[in-house]
């Protein structure tokens, strides 16, 4: 692994000692200072794993170097070196952030042997930096994100229906994000501290999805060796969705169907019958009326699943959203893969509201994240996202059923349109600052702030 050390001592002799012993036995890049003055200088141009600092110097010590290396670099590790090692200097080093020290006379084992276990240390770091930023993506509930008329009916709808127990049938295309609003439903209840557990029913064979669900006891079936709590059971007080309910076999159907209206479930191979306090939530991209007409799906399921319906707009129908979906995901990859592209290039939006998306937002999503990982500079461009795109190719922001409307009822289509896609870019440009931006479209603060306002568009994500 090579690492970046620097190494500050005002004794040159020192200096040169270690410089060799780490170029002998190491790979690592090290750079040298003897004038604890020059630190911070240091610190500011380069970035450093590692800095190795003597703790008694003229002018500064070791201490205020590790004081300041916290403050412009609090990822870097430091390890003090001191001939005058007491217990009372090592525990105020450690204290203050240190990671280690080491006592002068040293043979270079030991240094050697300090520099390795913080390489170590350091990666352990991040690699738990990492995985705490991807959890957090994981169990928190992301919000909806969007300002069209379209999204905003979506996010009312869920304000008025998720504090009530009525069971929420969602409709959609796949990738519109039937579970983000499932999860929006429960994080909005009065359930949010209760589980929230998902269920795909599609390709399930019967037997798995009904233990799956209720649970089964010891002997039921072959391999059942134990007692089993099914999905059911873990969910009592949450909220169970069920996505693709269409796939549901009808057997199924009928015990569903049974708990649904009774709040009742046996386990496979039980006798006694148990009750569960659930909100369900369930979710489809089929046409359910049409499986009713084929027989298969039950007609009474249906009414008894379909109290409200709230259905999910495919991305096409919502394309002034991208602009804002985009910047969205650009944040979140930024964080997990840790980045620092501050812009999506005009040209690059333009292309991604000109694409159909029929794999809606989650195509979106994954097409942000290549770009993230293959952008080499602070923009994301055409070629990252879109690679195998013409860079000429684009399209307006309205086809041409506009020309089928009334002309007062397209021309506020249009400026609409107009309004959302240009105050996005805008902003964009100057992060998120509506003065500067107000100001680079020639418009007044107070006027920009309105139209902001008025097109619901979040400035922090801009940020």
Known sequence: MDERILIVDDEKDMLVLLKRIFKEKTNHIVETECNPLKVVELLRKHQFNIIITDLKMPKMDGIAILDMVKNIQPSAIVVIMTAYATIETAIEATRKGAFDYISKPFRKERILMTIDKAVKW?????????????????????????????????????????KSTATILISGESGTGKELAARAIHYHSDRKDKPFITINCTAMPEQIMESELFGHVKG???????????????????????????????????????????????????????????????????DLKKLIEAKQFREDLYYRLNVINLHMPPLRDRKEDIPTLAHHFLKKFNSLNDKKISAIAPEAISALMSKSWPGNIRELENCIERGAILCQSDTINISDILPQEPVAHTSPIFDHSIYTLPFKEAKEIIIKTFHNKYINWILQQNNGNISRAAEQAELQRQYLHRLIKEENINTEIFK
């Open 220 to 286: 039921s079936f072959t391999g059942a060796w134990k007692d089993k709590r099914g999905i059911v059971q873990e969910a009592d007080q949450g909220t169970l969705f069920l996505d693709e309910i269409g796939d549901l076999n009808m057997v199924m159907q009928a015990k569903l169907l049974r708990l649904l209206q009774e709040g009742e479930y046996k386990p496979v191979g039980g006798l006694t019958t148990k009750q569960a306090d659930i909100r369900f939530v369930v979710a489809t991209n089929q």
């Open 122 to 162: 350091q990666k352990l770091t991040q690699e738990n930096i990492a995985l705490k930023k991807s959890l957090q993506y994981k169990k928190e509930s992301p919000p909806i994100i969007g300002s069209s008329p379209a999204t905003l009916s979506i996010i009312k709808m869920i304000a008025q229906v998720a």
